[in-house]
């Protein structure tokens, strides 16, 4: 059985007792929990002990605080607890003083029940929100590290799995995915599920500083190591020992910095520049990179013993636009946090705007999303983001068109036979792609959906052509179109080539 809500409890503080009691009666009939009291200070140090929803606070007090000392001690203890301030004198320049430290209202003596109803009622519903702004906030600082990951589809599936399976065992791991897709985010989740948890996460973008300033900043130097060396300073591997180190963009590090840690990953041990002595840590180590990085090692761009190093574990993101199901509840979760975090109205998106963003192709993956919601909250609605959207199409329409050709001309031109007009014969049948019609209804087809169409019709042909020519040999193929072997396979399935092969 569902227990009845506890009664608001509210101060009363008046040493008047006629006017407490008339007080302490008007709140009994209307379903609170009046306390009174006859001073301040017995006010304040209570107000310390518990919080009360709301407050009616006399100015004029006996003793050695008065009411408004009192108002400006429960701005300092709690500032979301509402305070209604009665006075009798009615003097300009206090209710300018209350008003001024956070008093909500003022109601001059003698009043009727409707002059005190109207404000009790609006700092009442001031308490609430503020109640649930704070209950808000410390559930969002628990959901945003994972929020990145909802959704039901199998790849999300496994990757929470994953997560789960290596928190505790303190291995190495290469997060991949493409930019914005949420690779900090399964670095934090491990993180935080691992016995390292109390320790501290440190990240270092690989790609945000120049090589020599990146050794310093995750080895450390000595004094007088180079020009400006004035002082001893530790590298991020000290600040991580105990913890977790996440290195970002790990494919752009330099090929003398990948020797070293390489070094850290075997022994545990490094040297500060200009060091005579090696220094130990204990630190697990998540990189992430949204390159390919078996490409890399095959042009001698990254060390392989360091690839295989790091690849203990992988963990691949899928980009949003193969998960479209978890646009709806990531966009309702950002439009909630930020209007929290901006103090903003709670917007919600149209059916229309919803599909919309679900129609969109998220070249920027999940932060393009929050970026996107993020500027809704902050203009108040919707009327920009149809905009937006379009012009992103636009954009990426004029782009598909300004970079086909030389795709093909670059990569695979010079290597593709001339073009089929079917894919393989399938019991006596061809696979024929499908095409729009010639003369479409009015209004049948946007041009974002013929670009879109036009897109995956360029894609599927010259796939189609490559793997004809490498006798479907999908290795081969895959070198040939500057791809990795598990996006062509990706790509093979999504353009229904796998049933022709």
Known sequence: MKRAAAPARIFVVDD?????????TFLTTRGYEPIAMRSAEEAV???????????????????????????????????????????????TATVVQAMKLGAVDFVSKPFSDTDLENPLANAMRQRQVSCEVAEMRQQLQGESR??????????????????????????????RGESGTGKEVVARAIHAASERRDKPLVKVNCAALPNELLESELFGFERGAFTGAIQHKPGKFEFANQGTIFLDEISE?????????????????????????????????????????????????FREDLFFRLNV???????????????????????????????????????DTMQAL?????????????????????????????????????????????????????????????????????NGTAAAAPVLPREPLPGQYSLKD????????????????????????????????GISYKALLYKIKENGLDKAS
């Open 45 to 91: 140090e209570r107000f310390r002990v518990e919080r009360p929803s709301a407050v009616i606070l006399d100015v004029v007090l006996p003793g050695g605080m008065d009411g408004i000392e009192a108002l400006a001690a429960f701005r300092k203890i709690d500032r979301d607890v509402p305070v209604i301030v009665i006075s009798g004198q009615g003097r």
């Open 146 to 175: 994972s929020v990145m990951l909802i959704g039901r589809s199998p790849r999300m599936c496994e990757v929470r799995d994953l997560i789960a399976r290596v928190a505790d065992a303190d291995v190495t791991v290469l997060v």
């Open 450 to 481: 013929i670009s879109r169409h036009a897109a995956r019709e360029a894609e599927r042909e010259l796939i189609l052509r490559m793997l004809q020519h490498t006798r479907w040999n999908r290795k081969e193929a895959a070198e040939h179109l």
């Open 358 to 426: 679900v129609d969109h192709d998220w070249p920027g993956n999940v932060r393009e999303l929050e970026n996107l919601a993020k500027r809704a909250v902050v203009l108040g609605g919707e009327t920009s983001i149809h905009r937006e959207l379009q012009q992103s199409a636009a954009l990426a329409a004029q782009r598909f068109e300004a970079e086909a050709p030389t795709f093909v001309d670059a990569r695979a031109a010079a290597r593709v036979p001339p073009p089929v007009s079917a894919a393989p014969a399938t």
């Open 16 to 24: 008047d007792p006629g006017m407490c009691e008339l007080l302490v």
């Open 313 to 351: 574990v992988c963990i691949t993101l899928p980009p949003l636009r193969e998960r479209r199901d978890e646009i709806r509840p990531l966009t309702e979760f950002f439009l909630k946090k930020y209007s929290v975090q901006y103090n903003r109205p709670l917007i919600e998106f149209s059916d």
């Open 253 to 301: 590090m330099s090929p003398a910095l990948q020797a070293k840690l390489l070094q850290v990953l075997q022994d545990g041990e490094f040297s500060r520049l200009g060091g005579k002595s090696d220094v130990r840590v204990d630190v697990r180590v998540i990189a992430a990179t949204n390159r390919d990085l078996e490409r890399a090692v095959a042009d001698g761009h």
